[in-house]
């Protein structure tokens, strides 16, 4: 939500993977990050679920809805730890695809791998209660956890996963985190949802979406209208893929009409993110 280790040879090939220089990969330049760098390919998901630009969607990550209460909507995103297996088989016989929210930059004390995270890689808080910002720059002790989440997130059915917390590098994390750093730690985490056969959703991070682009198959945003920052997100739309937008504080009338006039498939929501919602395109 907006905020504004391991065994040695694991972590070796964690890190070579990452840093690795594919013939044609693309070198990009960060004003966190001045010194250029090479980015690996995107992990190819041919046969991952790719939303259309239009989605009726419910984002409910506050007690999950229950099989009886399904919207008629096409997407729904919930927690990938509070979700059941039965649950995401229901909405699949519904005919709607699941979304699996986990937290890939922030440490939450409530989780059962809570304890799993190295100690050293907890931050300052991101202002949500039990709440810390990671140090993204340790592959060798993150990624074998978020790979243990996405993991989770197959092994239910889900059908793409929402990673939240990864702009870390913009917000005081308690970390010098850098831009080049948080493009390493997202394409990681995008590469390893398709290499499980799941689409992976971008949340925020807008300043990197032109470089993340060809490594996300959608974006997740909250409160671009509020902050007159929706330009930002729009190469997402112009690629062919979908933007999910989210608005607290306005109401309806004063976003939805500009949200259809972009194609973004935009909700009024509480920040509880409970059931409660407004859809700009009805639905």
Not at 3 to 20: D, H, Y
Request: include cysteine.
């Amino acid at each position: 939500m907006r905020t504004r280790g391991i065994a040695v040879a694991f972590a070796c090939l964690l890190i070579v993977g990452v840093l690795a220089t594919a013939a044609d990969a693309r070198s990009i330049s960060s004003s966190a990050a001045p010194r250029p760098v090479r980015l690996i390919d995107p992990t190819p998901c041919g046969g991952c679920w790719h939303p259309a630009q239009k989605v009726s969607w419910q984002w409910q990550l506050h007690n999950p809805p229950t099989a009886s209460a399904l919207l008629d909507v096409k997407m729904y995103d919930v927690d990938g730890f509070d979700a059941s297996k039965t649950l995401i088989a229901a909405m699949h016989a519904r005919g709607i695809k699941a979304v699996c929210y986990i937290s890939a930059g922030s440490w939450e004390n409530w989780r059962p791998d809570a304890g799993d995270f190295p100690a050293a890689d907890l931050g300052k808080s991101n202002g949500w209660p039990g709440e810390r910002w990671l140090d993204i720059r340790d592959l060798a002790g993150l990624g074998p956890i978020m790979s243990a989440r996405l993991d989770i997130c197959r092994r239910k059915g889900f059908d793409a996963v929402e990673f939240d917390n990864v702009d870390g590098f913009q917000n005081g994390t308690g970390f010098p985190l850098k831009g080049a750093e948080q493009l390493r730690y997202n394409i990681f985490l995008a590469n390893e949802a398709h290499a499980r056969g799941m689409s992976a959703f971008l949340k925020n991070d807008i300043d990197q979406v032109k470089t993340l682009l060809p490594y996300f198959d959608a974006e997740l945003n909250e409160q671009c209208f509020q902050y007159a920052e929706c330009g930002k997100i729009v190469p997402f739309v112009d690629a062919g893929k979908p933007v999910f937008s989210v608005e607290y504080k306005l109401d309806a009338a004063q976003f939805c009409p500009k949200a259809n006039a972009k194609d973004f498939n935009a909700l009024k929501k509480k920040l509880a993110l409970d059931a409660w919602r407004v859809a700009c395109r009805g639905a």
